[in-house]
């Protein structure tokens, strides 16, 4: 008689709950953040007229482009008002030059000055240097709005109202927080990478534009991305300083445009597609940086 072999059970795995119930939580978490920017471009391809016509349609009512091409200036007014539109405009070209020439104004200024200030006090030393870095910590604690009227007073006194240089100028050389942003990574980077290029005969300057620099590229692309975003979604202090229209940003733009029937309803159809086609910048630079930022946070010095 042949011996049979013994029986392996095999323990049966036991159902992921856990991982189940944290897919569920992130999809309605996924749901609610979407949900918005879809109601958003909903409205927006919605006809003027419809807008209060079937309110619980998740799809459009009446879908049509009227609402991208007028806010792009492609109907003229009158067509606009037989339509049934309310004839509101909005100079949308030169309002999205202007948020682009601010922010990349912004994002060249901080970055470059904010880069150069976080390596001092990571790696230089100097008098009061710790002292003066918590000074610029303790600058993180106040309120931005607690600056506007001294900022306005003296962006007044320069004459610089209604310009571009009145609007960078508060945040233009740097800010506490990308300095402390950028300080944390420069300490991550290997002394010794430094260090031998200092044996090597190379400044101090050389050894931060040419070793450190390119080292913490995934750094300071995410900080140029966040100051870009918060250039562009800023509408309290250009609101303030600009009231013309050559020199309006698209947030404040936006904010004239809703604010032109005041007696009426806002034009919700037209200010959504003009909102829609104003957040494809910031999508177009998280698309292409989006792995330099993954970077950044992945990022814990160098061997």
């Known amino acids: ?129 710790n002292q003066i870095f918590a000074i610029y910590i303790a600058a993180m604690m106040v309120p931005g709005i ?30 506490p927080f990308a300095i402390f942003f950028l300080r944390q990574f420069f300490l991550g980077v290997n002394r010794e990478v430094e260090e031998a290029a200092l044996i090597d005969g190379a400044s101090i300057p050389t050894v931060f534009f040419k070793v450190v620099l390119p080292m913490t590229i995934p750094a300071v692309t995410t900080l140029g991305v966040i100051v870009f975003i918060g250039s562009w979604n800023n509408y309290m202090w250009p609101l303030i300083v600009a009231n013309k229209e050559t020199v309006r940003v698209l947030t404040v733009a936006l904010g004239v445009f809703r604010s032109q029937t005041p007696q009426g309803a806002p034009d919700w159809s037209g200010l959504m597609a003009a909102t829609t086609l104003s957040i494809i910048p910031t999508f177009i630079l998280f698309l292409f940086a989006g792995r330099k930022i993954l970077d950044s946070i992945q990022f814990s010095g160098f061997k």
């Open 146 to 175: 607690v600056m506007t009227i001294p900022n306005f007073i003296f962006i007044r006194n320069l004459g610089w109202i209604d310009t571009f240089q009145g609007i960078v100028a508060p945040a233009f050389l740097m800010t």
């Open 1 to 129: 008689m042949t011996a049979q072999a013994p029986t392996v059970h095999v323990p049966r795995r036991a159902f992921p709950w856990g991982k189940l119930a944290a897919w569920i939580a992130l999809g309605i978490l996924l749901v609610v953040t979407l949900f918005p920017f879809y109601w958003m471009l909903r409205t927006a391809l919605t006809f003027p007229t419809s807008i209060y016509k079937d309110t619980s349609s998740l799809l459009p009512v009446d879908a049509t482009l009227i609402n991208f091409k007028r806010v792009l200036g492609m109907l003229p007014v009158q067509q606009l008002v037989e339509l049934g539109g309310t004839g509101q405009s909005i100079n949308f070209f030169l309002a999205l030059r202007n948020s682009i020439i601010v922010s990349v104004l912004m994002v060249i200024g901080q970055v470059a000055f904010c880069a150069m200030a976080a390596y001092a006090f990571a790696r230089l030393r100097f008098p009061f240097r």
